[in-house]
C-alpha cells in the first residue's frame, strides 16, 4: 500500500487516464459512419488504421515521459499474470482505463449527432455468428496486440529510443481487419474491440 503515496503511482494513472480518453475518442469517432453514408470497405478500413496509428502515437507520446503505457485491461491482466506488476497497481489501472474510455465516448456522444446516438459504437454481433466465435475472433485478436505489447514494449531499451509502439499499433490494425466481419455495429463500422474498457464505454454511449 505505501505505492499509493508515491506521486509516480498517481501520474501514471492520470497518463493511463488520459491517453484512454484520446484513443476511444479518435477511434470511435473515427468509425462512426455518416448520417448520410452507408458502410463500406474504405470506412472499415479508416477506422482499422485510426484505432492503430492512434493507439501506436500515444503510446509513444507517453513513452518518453512515463514508460510503456498499457490503455488496455487485457494487457494490464497479462502484466498482472506475468509479474511484472502487482494486483493493486493492476486494478488501479484497470479502473483509470474504464473510466478513460466513458469519458472519451461521453464526449464523442456531445460531438455527434442525435441520429447517431441510439447504437453509437456498440458491440453488435451479427445474426450469423455465434457468440463462441465472436469470442475466438476477440481472444486471437486480442493475444496478438498483447504478444506484441510484451515483444516491444516491456524491454529496458524501449523507454530510451526507436519507435517500439509502431509494431502495437500495427497489430491492432491487423486485429481490427481479421474480426472485420464478425462484428455488426448499427451506427459504427463492423470493427473488433480489442480493448474490455472500449466495448464497456461504447455500450454505456
Not at 123 to 135: H, K
Amino acid at each position: 500500500l505505501s505505492r499509493l503515496k508515491r506521486l509516480n503511482f498517481w501520474r501514471n494513472l492520470k497518463c493511463e487516464f488520459l491517453l484512454t480518453v484520446f484513443y476511444v475518442l479518435l477511434g470511435c469517432g473515427a468509425s462512426t459512419m455518416p448520417i448520410t453514408g452507408s458502410i463500406g470497405s474504405l470506412q472499415e478500413v479508416k477506422a482499422a488504421i485510426t484505432f492503430g496509428l492512434g493507439a501506436a502515437v500515444l503510446m509513444q507520446c507517453a513513452l518518453r515521459i512515463n514508460g510503456p503505457p498499457q490503455m488496455n485491461p487485457a494487457i494490464t491482466l497479462a502484466m498482472l499474470c506475468t509479474r511484472r506488476t502487482d494486483v493493486i497497481t493492476a486494478v488501479f489501472h484497470v479502473i483509470a482505463q474504464c473510466l478513460g474510455s466513458v469519458a472519451g465516448a461521453g464526449m464523442l456522444y456531445g460531438m455527434t449527432s442525435v441520429r447517431q446516438h441510439e447504437r453509437l459504437a456498440m458491440t453488435l454481433v451479427q445474426a450469423d455468428v455465434g457468440r463462441g466465435q465472436a469470442f475466438g475472433v476477440e481472444f486471437i485478436a486480442t493475444f496478438v496486440v498483447t504478444f506484441t505489447y510484451f515483444a516491444c514494449m516491456t524491454h529496458p531499451a524501449a523507454v530510451h529510443g526507436g519507435y517500439q509502439s509502431l509494431p502495437v499499433g500495427l497489430s491492432i490494425i491487423v486485429g481490427h481487419m481479421f474480426g472485420v466481419n464478425c462484428h455488426c455495429l448499427s451506427a459504427c463500422l463492423p470493427i473488433c474491440q480489442l480493448n474490455v474498457s472500449f466495448s464497456l464505454s461504447s455500450n454505456l454511449s
